[in-house]
Nanobody
């Protein structure tokens, strides 16, 4: 079973940047559909960004497109989320997720389509 560990969260001022990392316990993760989700207090977990399994094409939620960038380093079994121009509404626990399934674009944003999750890392955007 692949295990995921996120890091890089913290407190940042509005307009600032953070880079989240997700490291997997095995290189098998490199063959997965891989993504980032977030969950704010009192809200459902929501999609942020993902890599498609075969093409490696990326997909972003409309709320982060143009500000966040997902990237990967297969040599390190890692996926990253570069977050720029952060807003207070970006405050949430951020989770790395993966699935062996090949998902189409319309499926990437559904929590139930992912079966491997990290423990999450807190991102707080506040002045």
């Amino acid at each position: 079973q692949v295990q995921l560990a996120e890091s890089g969260g913290g407190l940042v001022q509005p307009g600032g940047s953070l880079r989240l990392s997700c490291t997997a316990s095995t290189s098998t993760f490199n063959t997965y559909t891989r993504g980032w989700f977030r969950q704010a207090p009192g809200k459902d977990r929501e999609f942020v960004a993902a890599f498609k399994k075969n093409s490696g094409m990326t997909s972003y939620s409309s709320s982060v497109k143009g500000r966040f960038t997902i990237s990967r380093d297969n040599a390190k079994n890692a996926v990253y989320l570069q977050m720029n121009s952060l807003k207070t509404e970006d405050t949430a626990v951020y989770y790395c997720a993966g699935t062996v399934r090949s998902l189409i674009t319309g499926q990437l944003g559904s929590v139930e389509n992912y079966d491997v999750w990290g423990q999450g890392t807190q991102v707080t955007v506040s002045s």
